[in-house]
Nanobody, 112 residues
Framework: QVRLVESGGGLVQAGGSLRLSCAAS????????MGWHRQAPGKERELVAY???????TYADSVKGRFTISRDNAKNTVYLQMNSLKPEDTAVYYC??????WGQGTQVTVSS
């Protein structure tokens, strides 16, 4: 059974940076697309970014140029580097894979 465990969330001031990590169990990590979504209070969950097994990346318009998704297949880990954070980036961030597995989420709060 595949499990995804996020870490790295926290409280940061606007303009600051955070790096989220998502550690995956199981041997299929390197062969599937991985993604990050987020959900702010009162809003629907939205895609932030995803990365294919070949390393091709896609980003939501709202985070382009500020966030970077990457993966380390040797460590079964996907990362989300978040720079120039804004208060509107405040949300619970979830890691997921192309098989529909989701992590428990990690809170990111950006103060103004």
């Amino acid at each position: 059974q595949v499990r995804l465990v996020e870490s790295g969330g926290g409280l940061v001031q606007a303009g600051g940076s955070l790096r989220l990590s998502c550690a995956a169990s199981g041997s299929i990590f390197s062969s599937i697309t991985m993604g990050w979504h987020r959900q702010a209070p009162g809003k629907e969950r939205e895609l932030v970014a995803y990365i294919t097994r070949g390393g091709v990346t896609t980003y939501a318009d709202s985070v382009k140029g500020r966030f970077t998704i990457s993966r380390d297949n040797a460590k079964n880990t996907v990362y989300l580097q978040m720079n120039s954070l804004k208060p509107e980036d405040t949300a619970v961030y979830y890691c997921n894979n192309a098989l529909g597995t989701w992590g428990q989420g990690t809170q990111v709060t950006v103060s103004s």
